[in-house]
């Protein structure tokens, strides 16, 4: 079992930076591929980042925040980082972090993530 907490949400304006957190509870979450989405008012949550799991080193992106998000893991301190920089309005969503345990491949569908956090409110003003 994995509990997962975010933090790092606000409300910032076009052109800031933000980093969420998501701290994980439980034993072995570096065989963890984790993951974060997003889903802003009146539209399907989307994938936004992952990095895989079980010592892999891959990271993947959608393109939407390709080159201006990065995701990165501390498995020392159970926790996976979204480094959100030059953000838009459009970027304007609750965004969730995800864990599923895997053998170090990159998960970038949502149905494949058993373990969710409860979301965290980022809000960018024009």
């Known amino acids: 079992q994995v509990q997962l907490v975010e933090s790092g949400g606000g409300l910032v304006q076009a052109g800031d930076s933000l980093r969420l957190s998501c701290a994980a509870s439980?034993?072995?979450?570096?065989?963890?591929?984790m993951g974060w989405f997003r889903q802003a008012p009146g539209k399907e949550r989307e994938f936004v980042a992952a990095?895989?799991?079980?010592?892999?080193?891959?990271?993947v992106y959608a393109d939407s925040v390709k080159g201006r998000f990065t995701i990165s893991r501390d498995n020392a301190k159970n926790t996976v980082y979204l480094q959100m920089n030059s953000l838009k309005p459009e970027d304007t969503a609750v965004y969730y972090c995800?864990?599923?345990?895997?053998?170090?491949?990159?998960?970038?569908?949502?149905?494949?993530?058993?373990?969710w956090g409860q979301g965290t409110q980022v809000t960018v003003s024009s």
């Open positions: 995800a864990a599923q345990f895997d053998n170090g491949f990159v998960i970038l569908h949502r149905a494949e993530y058993q373990y």
């Open positions: 439980g034993r072995m979450f570096s065989s963890y591929a």
């Open positions: 990095v895989a799991g079980s010592g892999g080193t891959n990271t």
